[in-house]
């Protein structure tokens, strides 16, 4: 009997949080599309190592670290930070002369080619950064007013803000497969500016929109996975299809 051939979906987290973000992911996604969560320095199970500033840096870490695991079908998703994250991820694998992902999905993110990222430059304060969480309604009022956690939590928050505005764009030629990217409706990312990502991709583009606020990936994550499934399983029965073709035979 020949194997079946199934699909890893590494995933990065937004600003903030851990590999964890994604534990539910694996019981709803069935067993052939393996969700592999990236952990970022600095947090979960890698706590002691410092934190990264530098987007650039941080992706060919990366890359480098799951170079072993590229030896079937593949997708990478980012969340936020995570989006953008991804898009220097699959950069980076592409320099390298790595396999590259059937497919990028980005969710709640600004393409990146007129991507401001000028707000994040400069380190924010400690009020500056509960603000922001917030405005963007992913964190309950109770988490927010625990002290502790916070005085965990705010460290690896302004490292991810300042990660966020390392990034340049400088020139990039777009990227030789599908972007499949997600939007909330009532989140501050303009449908306009999800659209941005039509700029990094020669193949397919799609932009799909939930209701919700910036983590609509929780409040709606159902019909999101139902979504980022039907994509992963049509290019995963792509890739199928095109290595089932026999070989042309050469002319003699």
């Known amino acids: ?15 903030g949080a851990s590999a964890m973000a994604y534990n539910r ?5 069935p067993e052939w599309l393996h969700v592999r969560a990236l952990e970022l320095p600095g947090r979960g199970m890698r706590m002691d190592e410092p934190l990264q500033c530098d987007i650039k840096r941080l992706a060919h870490q990366l890359a480098d670290e799951i170079s072993p695991e590229l030896d079937r079908p593949f997708a990478i998703f980012g969340h936020s930070l995570g989006g953008l994250l991804a898009f220097e991820l699959v950069h980076a694998l592409r320099e390298r002369g790595l396999p590259a992902p059937l497919a990028l ?19 924010k304060s400690d009020a500056q950064l509960l603000a922001r969480l917030r405005e963007l309604k992913g964190t309950d009022d109770a988490v927010l007013a625990n002290t502790e ?8 928050l302004r490292a ?3 990660l966020c505005g390392s990034f340049t764009y400088g020139q990039r030629t777009p990227l030789a497969l599908p972007i499949h990217v997600f939007g909330g409706k009532q989140d501050s990312v303009r449908a306009d500016q999800l659209l941005d ?25 159902q019909p999101l996975l139902r979504c980022l499934r039907r994509y992963a399983e049509e290019h995963l029965a792509r890739w199928r299809n095109h290595q089932a073709r026999p070989m042309a035979s050469p002319h003699v």
């Open 1 to 15: 009997m020949s194997e079946v051939i199934n699909m890893r979906l590494f995933c990065l987290p937004h600003s």
């Open 105 to 123: 999905f980005a969710s709640a993110t600004a393409g990146p080619a007129r991507r401001d990222v000028s707000e994040y430059a400069v380190a």
């Open 25 to 29: 992911w694996r019981r709803s996604l």
């Open 160 to 162: 991810d803000f300042l």
């Open 149 to 156: 956690l916070m005085q965990l939590m705010l460290p690896i």
């Open 197 to 221: 990502w039509q700029a990094d991709t020669c193949c397919r583009f799609s932009l799909d929109m939930f209701e919700g606020h910036h983590f609509f990936l929780v409040e709606q994550e």
